[in-house]
Structures are given as structure tokens and as C-alpha cells.
């Protein structure tokens, strides 16, 4: 049982750090070159791309990394229970309850906003259904045209949003790293 409880340990740390590592890459060497292309569209469609494939990673790294903290400080025994596998778990929670809240209660926000707008100033909105989160307005014409302004907006809040998760995140790996360190494993 030891062996399972150390595992777990190790693996949820790696994935807590593995999470840390792809958020503060994203908002560091990644959005920064695609602020700089020349046109919205290409810019657009790479950003759309990527923040599709950040979020399913993110999603699986974070399930990881949170179920297998749980299940180190379950199958541990009352003495080895330590309470610093709950904060990691709860650091890992936090970083992804940002995306969570935008994907249930953002798509919620826009269908009031566009009930709210005009059906003229509406035009063709390029979004898919069910793909809405509260940062993401991506408004274009029959043409795929997009707005510059509004694809440098939405990948500057993204940015941000990666850069938070990465400090929050990595509070967390740091946590667990100090008490794999204290717990000898």
C-alpha cells in the first residue's frame, strides 16, 4: 500500500508540474508570437486551434494530477495523511475552475448578450454552439472575415488567464514538492 500511496504522490506532483510548465509556456513564448501576425485571420484560426488543444490537455493533466492527490491522502494511513496533498489538490482545482465557469455559465452570459444586441448589429457570429466561453467574442461576416482588435483582445485576456493559472498552479507544485520532501518519499 505504501508503494500505490507513493506513486500517486509522485505522479499527481509531476502532472501539478507538467500543468504549471504548459500554462506559463502559453502565456510566455507562445501567444506573443501569434499577436504578431500580420493578419486577424491566420491569428484567429491558430488561436482557436490552440486554445482547443490547451484545453483538452489542461483538462487531463489537472484530472491526473487532482485524482491522484486524492487518492495518495485516501489510502494513506491516519498518520500519513498529510494536509498538503489537499492544498495541491485544491491549487489544481482553482487553476481550472477558471475554464469550468467560462464553459457552463459563459455560454449562459452570451445568450443574454445576444438576445440583448440588435439583429442587425449581430451580423454572423463565427462561433460553433456550445463553444462559448466568457472571453471569447469572435465576430465576422459570411467571408470568415474577423475583427483585429477583437482576436488581440481576446488572446491578451488569454494570456493573462494562462499566466494566473501557471502562479496558481505552481503555488500548488511547490506545495507538493515540499511535501514529498518532507515526507521522505
Known amino acids: ?14 502532472s501539478l508540474g507538467l500543468l504549471t510548465g504548459l500554462s506559463y509556456t502559453l502565456s510566455t513564448t507562445t501567444i506573443p508570437p501569434l499577436l504578431a501576425l ?3 485571420t491566420p491569428a484567429h484560426s491558430t ?27 485516501l489510502l494513506s494511513p491516519p498518520r500519513g495523511r498529510h494536509p498538503y496533498l489537499l492544498y495541491a489538490t485544491l491549487a489544481t482545482a482553482a487553476g481550472w475552475g477558471s475554464e469550468a465557469y467560462g464553459k457552463f455559465f459563459g455560454k449562459k452570459q452570451a445568450e ?8 442587425e448589429k449581430r451580423g454572423k457570429s463565427m462561433r460553433k454552439e456550445g463553444s462559448w466561453t466568457e472571453d471569447e467574442e469572435w465576430v465576422g461576416d459570411e467571408e470568415g472575415n474577423v475583427n483585429g482588435e477583437v482576436v488581440r483582445e481576446g ?5 493573462v488567464k494562462q499566466g494566473i493559472k501557471a502562479g496558481v498552479w505552481g503555488v500548488g ?10 515526507d521522505g518519499v
Do not use: C, N
Open 1 to 14: 500500500m505504501s508503494r500505490t500511496v507513493a506513486i500517486s504522490k509522485f505522479v499527481g506532483t509531476i
Open 38 to 40: 500580420p493578419s486577424a
Open 47 to 73: 488561436f482557436r486551434h490552440l486554445r482547443a488543444l490547451t484545453s483538452r490537455h489542461q483538462l487531463l493533466l489537472s484530472s491526473l494530477s487532482a485524482s491522484t492527490l486524492v487518492m495518495a491522502y
Open 112 to 119: 443574454q448578450k445576444g438576445a440583448a444586441m440588435d439583429d
Open 155 to 159: 488572446m491578451e485576456g488569454w494570456k
Open 173 to 182: 507544485w511547490v506545495v507538493a514538492l515540499v511535501g514529498l520532501w518532507g
